[in-house]
């Protein structure tokens, strides 16, 4: 009777930890063009941090004529969930899709692009390959994350994939220096000590977000929009490997721009404006054409 009893409420948890969670309302938050915008630009940040990500990036755009918005992604920032849970790839993607559907009505005429940073840059593929319908210019990819290629990939899988079963609310440290010498000092300072970065994570956050970058990799054949893809010598949690892959994947409709002594996070390193650079340039050649 007793191990009944255990049973049905182990069942009973295990619904519960299955059942995805419902993060605070998404507040869209704007960096206005001058005048009527050459593009619109809806821009979603990395793993742990928030819209503040984009405070640099997006206001030099802004002034070159672009429309950009971003959100605080489902379970951070603003909208982090209980014990930093993660909310799940499917809200992630669908949260991004329709903001992007709301951005196409609200500029008809405008053409519109996502831009992603890391876990961003995953979630922003995803919306390309779940939903064609959105009409997309292009993708903007910043060290997206992706991980075909990685070896012994399918094996770190089952370690990692473990540990999240076993031990789900196990957090693991993650370290912010203040005067991280490849972020712009501004940017180190605001990940160092802004109480809405993520300081530590969940182990079974952690499992998510690999399995949202495994589905990214894994679809990245049905992209069929332009693609600018950016990445940094220096990133060492975006293997090379799988942006290689990631290349071959996107083909023809695939651009590819490296910035020497470029950390993993280009839109908050130190030569940041040569990264807003490159995609003002990109950006403004396709919004052109047809």
């Known amino acids: ?4 009893i255990l049973l049905s ?6 619904a519960c930890a299955g059942r995805p969670p419902v993060p605070p309302p998404l507040e869209l938050r704007a960096w206005d063009a001058p005048g009527r915008p050459k593009a619109v630009i809806l821009a979603l940040h990395s793993f742990g941090d928030y819209s503040a990500a984009f405070d640099l990036a997006a206001p030099d755009l802004a002034a070159a004529g672009y429309q950009v918005y971003g959100f605080d992604q489902a379970g951070f920032g603003a909208r982090t969930l209980a014990d930093g849970r993660w909310a799940g790839e499917a809200r992630l993607v669908a949260d991004a899709a329709d903001t992007a559907r709301r951005l196409a009505e609200r500029h008809p005429d405008t053409p519109l692009f996502l831009l992603g940073e890391s876990l961003g840059g995953a979630v922003a593929m995803l919306v390309a390959s779940r939903h064609p319908e959105i009409p997309l210019r292009g993708l903007i990819l910043a060290a997206p994350a992706v991980r075909e290629g990685i070896r012994l990939r399918y094996g770190w899988n089952v370690l990692i994939g473990s540990a999240a079963t076993l031990a789900p609310g196990y957090h693991l440290d993650v370290e912010r220096a203040p005067d991280d010498p490849h972020l712009a000092p501004a940017a180190a300072r605001r990940r160092a000590n802004d109480p809405l970065v993520m300081h530590e994570v969940r182990m079974d956050a952690y499992w998510g977000l690999i399995q949202l970058a495994d589905s990214a990799s894994d679809e990245a054949d049905r992209i069929t929009v332009p693609t600018l893809l950016l990445y940094g010598d220096l990133d060492t949690s975006v293997p090379a490997v799988g942006i290689q892959r990631l290349r071959d994947r996107l083909g023809a409709h695939g651009d590819y721009q490296t910035f020497p002594r470029g950390p993993h996070l280009l839109l908050q390193g130190r030569h ?3 990264v807003t650079a490159a995609i003002k340039r990109w950006a403004g050649a396709r919004a052109t054409s047809r």
């Open 1 to 4: 009777m007793k191990l009944l």
């Open 9 to 14: 409420l182990i069942g009973g948890l295990s």
């Open 272 to 274: 940041w404006p040569r």
